[in-house]
T-cell receptor
Framework: GAGVSQSPRYKVAKRGQDVALRCDPISGHVSLFWYQQALGQGPEFLTYFQNEAQLDKSGLPSDRFFAERPEGSVSTLKIQRTQQEDSAVYLC?????????????FGNGTRLTVT | AQSVTQPDIHITVSEGASLELRCNYSYGATPYLFWYVQSPGQGLQLLLK??????LVQGIKGFEAEFKRSQSSFNLRKPSVHWSDAAEYFCAVGDNNNDMRFGAGTRLTVKP
C-alpha cells in the first residue's frame, strides 16, 4: 500500500513568507509525528497527534510554528514569517498505535530553504 | 527526558568487512530502542526494534543489535557489509509517552 506522502518535496521561501507543508499518513494510522532535521543532524521532535488531537507540541521551536490534523488523517505544518534558521528537512511519520513505542513510518520529507 | 548518543559521526569500512555502529542511551526505565537507516533523499526506514525479551534482535538486511542494560547500549552490527549499506544510520529511544528521541546519526561509507 501507499506509504507516508509529503508535499512539496522542496520549498524555497523568502524570509518573512509563510509556508505550509502537507503530510498524508498511511491510512488508518492513529499517530502522527512531525520532526525537523537540520543538515548533518538527527531528527528533532516537533509535535505529535493522536487522531485529531495534538497531544504534544513541546518541540515546536516558536509560536511561528503551527500544526493541525483536523480530521485525524492529513496534517499540515505551517511556519509563519519564515527565518533562515527554519531551513531544514521536515519529516512526517505515522504509526498504527499511540505513543513512541511503535515503529514509525516516515515520509521522504520536505526540504525547506529560506533565502 | 531520554537522550541518545552516537559517538561515531562517520565510519568507513571495506565491502565484506564486519560493521558495528555504537549507540548509548540515557533513560530511567526500560526503553524502547530502534535503529533506522536513511539513504540520500529518502525517508527513514526501520531496521529493527527492541521492546523487551531477548536482548539480541534481528532486523532487515542482515542487521542485528544487542541491548546491554549494564552499558546503556544498543549497538548495531552486520557481519559482512555490502556497498548498498552506505547510508546514514540513526539510533532512537522512545518512552512511555509520545517522546521519540534520535541520535545525531552515523554516516557509513563502504569502500570497494
Amino acid at each position: 500500500g501507499a506509504g507516508v506522502s509529503q508535499s512539496p518535496r522542496y520549498k524555497v521561501a523568502k524570509r518573512g513568507q509563510d509556508v505550509a507543508l502537507r503530510c498524508d499518513p498511511i491510512s488508518g494510522h492513529v499517530s502522527l509525528f512531525w520532526y525537523q532535521q537540520a543538515l548533518g543532524q538527527g531528527p528533532e521532535f516537533l509535535t505529535y497527534f493522536q487522531n485529531e488531537a495534538q497531544l504534544d507540541k513541546s518541540g515546536l521551536p516558536s509560536d511561528r510554528f503551527f500544526a493541525e490534523r483536523p480530521e485525524g488523517s492529513v496534517s499540515t505544518l505551517k511556519i509563519q514569517r519564515t527565518q533562515q534558521e527554519d531551513s531544514a528537512v521536515y519529516l512526517c511519520a505515522s504509526s498504527t498505535i499511540q505513543g513512541a513505542k511503535s515503529p514509525l513510518h516516515f515520509g521522504n520529507g520536505t526540504r525547506l530553504t529560506v533565502t | 527526558a531520554q537522550s541518545v548518543t552516537q559517538p561515531d559521526i562517520h565510519i568507513t569500512v571495506s565491502e565484506g568487512a564486519s560493521l558495528e555502529l555504537r549507540c548509548n542511551y540515557s533513560y530511567g526505565a526500560t526503553p524502547y530502542l530502534f535503529w533506522y537507516v536513511q539513504s540520500p533523499g529518502q525517508g527513514l526506514q526501520l531496521l529493527l526494534k527492541y521492546f523487551s525479551g531477548d536482548t539480541l534482535v534481528q532486523g532487515i538486511k542482515g542487521f542485528e543489535a544487542e541491548f546491554k542494560r549494564s552499558q546503556s547500549s544498543f549497538n548495531l552490527r552486520k557481519p559482512s557489509v555490502h556497498w548498498s549499506d552506505a547510508a546514514e544510520y540513526f539510533c532512537a529511544v522512545g518512552d512511555n509517552n509520545n517522546d521519540m528521541r534520535f541520535g545525531a546519526g552515523t554516516r557509513l561509507t563502504v569502500k570497494p
